[in-house]
């Protein structure tokens, strides 16, 4: 297999993506390929505040304010860890940060870079804590126009 | 940011409501409205019925007397009323919506007020066609498949499972939103389900009395109490005990222990309750809640609850709020006596709540190292429930009297100037009263009125009532065909329960006693459209649970909140049970 010139590495943080990007370094070849980071923040965000009709708009602006500038500071903490891992073995580095359904946005991104190949982790064991936002593992096989590479579960 | 977007989603729904008021209105669908409106047209049946027959008569004595035939015209029946109902909201509805959808599809939409505004239109409609669709066409229909359903099954199960227009409308929100997503154009109407729940509750103000207000006050403070912050401890120590986290604890207090995803809402910035905390407690209530929105009417119903006992068990182990609402009209969608018991917990709960944020707040600072003080003044600021003042406005406005002259109950009120001519007493019933007046004004008579004062406890102002009492009011009704004051309507009602008395006075007096009570238009009006409002505003609500969030239900948290969710519904249910009665 050829080295990839795009990789793009789908990583947001969990035990998973942390394998895949452990995977994308060593396919991954310095001076050649250029590691895209594709951090998608689930659209389930969107619906976080529920039927909540009680709390005056203040206290709703409060919260969204909050949630988003959380989902914010660990994406930023994400990309900063993933850029510095990329820098320590000379492999260039790019970044996307998206809202919406995983493997729709990883479809999209894959072919707005031109991808030649997509890098994931393995779905969350059952029972293992974790926000329930699993990548559509056939959405993603079935659109998908270069290889895909999954991490096995660490 | 321009908001309003382009497309003739409005313009086509003003058209459905204005094609369904014609339809309505020229009588071309009254084989399906026969259908749907069974009781109604069963009315309608017998007013024809009752008018042919009239008219026959008519006709045959213009016929003998060699006259024209007579101009009658056959009364409304409760079926034509429906349909007309259903003609005048989808002309004035779809009058509206059509010509905004216009403004929409001709005007370049600018950023603005303008624009703001107009954005909000489309979902408003969206919604309200779903309303009309659920109250018009599916609860009706359902009802009757249930019927039809009941000699096969046994059971009815539209009834059993309160397939009615409240759960068939969350259940369409619910679906819409996940199955077929909210369209882009709808979007921002949609949100506005808020307000129009929050002004359901404000106008549900003008409904209580004082003397509701005070009973249903006192009993919800007392179980709301006991219940919030008997679940926020069960929460606090079993978070403690299984390793939680303290943020996670506390947003999970919060939200199982005050009004569900509000006070989730309101809590997780003040404890900084991390996101997937967030997830994990909203979707756990969010389960917890529309499973128990389902749940509570039919074991209700199977209890055989009243309107009280059931408002104050779903306002108190019900965790979400909005499912509070749900359950009520849910459990009784024709009335509204359940709801106003139920909003009382629910405005209760939401007074609990800055409290509860400020306890919590404490409370995590006090347990999680570095985390940074809370400004208290400015949270109980914050989290107080404007809307609360509007409930309590309306509610001042209504005993004060601006809707309709103050001391009504349930929209009723005394007024002898109103009586009209044909509801005076006739002479056979004056000529009743006054034979038995002569009676009771012989020393066994008079007895008997005394002793039976006596008995019932029966009193005029702060004094006990005397056989002189009701010898007065008994002849001002006969001397005016009508009671004239409170105190005299309270008496004679009494006296007219009273064993012994001729059956013609009786009903004379009941007959009296029943005249000089009016209903209020308003008040009326206030009753019919709050339905609606709710209505709009638990489909809106329901378009806001996407399965995304209620699949994050899981973990700890949900072990935790499945337990004190079940420790707070059986044990309200038995609370209630045992000291809430029907006391209104």
């Not at chain 2, 403070?221 to 390793?243: A, E, K, T």
């Not at chain 2, 009492?469 to 105190?487: F, H, I, M, P, Q």
């Not at chain 2, 001729?502 to 209903?519: E, M, Q, R, T």
């Amino acid at each position: 297999m050829k080295a990839p010139l795009k990789l793009l590495l789908c990583h947001h943080g969990s035990s998973g993506a942390r394998a895949a990007e452990t995977l994308a370094h060593e396919v991954a070849v310095p001076g050649t390929t250029t590691l895209v980071h594709c951090l998608v923040v689930p659209e389930l965000w969107a619906g976080m505040q529920g039927d909540d009709w009680l709390n005056n708009a203040s206290t709703r602006d409060a919260f969204g304010n909050y949630v988003e500038g959380m989902l914010e500071s660990d994406a930023r903490r994400e990309l900063a860890a993933v850029e510095s891992g990329c820098r320590e073995r000379g492999l260039a580095y790019e970044s996307v940060m998206r809202f919406g359904n995983p493997a729709e946005t990883v479809l999209a991104v894959a072919a707005e870079v031109g991808a030649d190949l997509v890098v994931i982790g393995a779905p969350r064991k059952k029972g293992e804590q974790g926000l329930n936002s699993r990548m559509e593992l056939e959405k993603l096989v079935r659109g998908l126009g270069c290889p895909l590479l999954i991490a096995a579960h660490p | 940011m321009v908001y309003t977007k382009k497309s003739p989603a409005l313009l086509i729904i003003g058209v459905v409501m204005l094609l369904w008021g014609w339809l309505n209105a020229s009588g071309n669908i009254d084989g399906m409205q026969q259908y749907f409106q069974k009781s109604a047209y069963s009315d309608h049946l017998k007013v024809k019925e009752k008018f042919d027959a009239e008219f026959r008569v008519a006709s045959e004595i213009a016929a003998a007397e060699n006259k024209p035939a007579p101009d009658m015209k056959m009364p409304k029946s409760k079926f034509d009323q429906a349909k007309a109902f259903q003609s005048n909201m989808s002309y004035i509805f779809g009058g509206v919506a059509t010509l905004l959808g216009l403004l929409i599809l001709a005007w370049k939409p600018k950023e603005g007020n303008l624009d703001y505004y107009l954005s909000i239109f489309p979902g408003m409609a969206y919604i309200l066609l779903i309303a009309f669709l659920v109250r018009w066409g599916l609860d009706p229909m359902f009802a009757n498949w249930g019927k039809a359903a009941q000699p096969t099954l046994g059971w009815n199960f539209a009834s059993i499972f309160n397939l009615n227009y409240v759960v068939l409308g969350i259940v369409i929100g619910i679906v819409i939103v996940n199955v077929f997503k909210i369209p882009d154009w709808a979007a921002n109407g949609v949100r506005t389900a808020r307000f129009f729940l929050k002004t359901g509750v404000i106008l549900l103000g003008a409904l209580y009395s004082a003397t509701e207000l005070a009973q249903l006050g006192a009993i919800s403070v007392l179980l709301i109490g006991f219940f919030v912050l008997g679940s926020i401890g069960v929460v606090l120590y079993m978070g403690r005990r299984m390793n939680t986290g303290n943020s996670m604890t506390a947003v999970l207090a919060s939200g199982v222990g005050v009004c569900g995803v509000s006070a989730a809402v309101a809590a997780s910035p003040v404890v900084n309750a991390k996101a997937g905390e967030i997830a994990y407690t909203i979707g756990t209530i969010l389960v917890w809640g529309v499973g128990c929105m389902f749940l509570f009417p039919t074991i209700g119903h199977l209890l055989g609850m009243g309107p009280v006992q059931f408002g104050a068990w779903a306002g108190t182990g019900i965790l979400n709020s909005a499912q509070v609402a749900g359950a009520a009209l849910a459990f009784d969608p024709h009335g509204i006596e359940t709801l106003k018991v139920a909003e009382i917990f629910n405005i209760t709960r939401v007074l609990f709540l800055p409290i509860v944020v400020l306890w919590l707040a404490t409370w995590y600072v006090k347990h999680e190292v570095g985390a940074e003080k809370v400004d208290l003044r400015k949270v109980l600021f914050a989290k107080f429930p404007l809307f609360v003042l509007g409930f309590i406005l309306m509610f001042l406005l209504s005993t004060l009297g601006a809707f309709t002259p103050s001391g009504h109950y349930q929209g009723k009120y005394f007024s002898s100037a109103q009586i009209k001519e044909d509801k005076l007493l006739k002479g056979k019933e004056t000529k009743a009263i006054e034979a038995e007046l002569a009676r009771l004004k012989e020393p066994a008579g008079a007895k008997q009125l005394q002793d039976f004062f006596t008995e019932k406890a029966i009193n005029i102002g702060q004094r006990h009532a005397t056989p002189e009492d009701a010898y007065k009011g008994l002849t001002e009704l006969v001397a005016n065909r009508k009671v004239s004051t409170r105190e005299q309507e309270t008496l004679l009602k009494a006296v007219g329960k009273m064993k012994g008395l001729d059956a013609v006075a009786a009903g004379a007096i009941d007959k009296a006693s029943k005249a000089a009570y009016h209903s209020s238009k308003t008040i009326g009006a206030f009753r019919d459209w709050l339905a609606w409002l709710f209505a709009f505003g638990l489909i809106g609500l329901g378009m806001q649970i996407t399965m995304a969030a209620l699949k994050q239900a899981g973990g700890t948290p949900l072990i935790i909140g499945g337990v004190v969710g079940t420790i707070k519904a059986v044990g309200s249910l038995i609370v209630v049970l045992l000291f809430v009665k029907e006391f209104i």
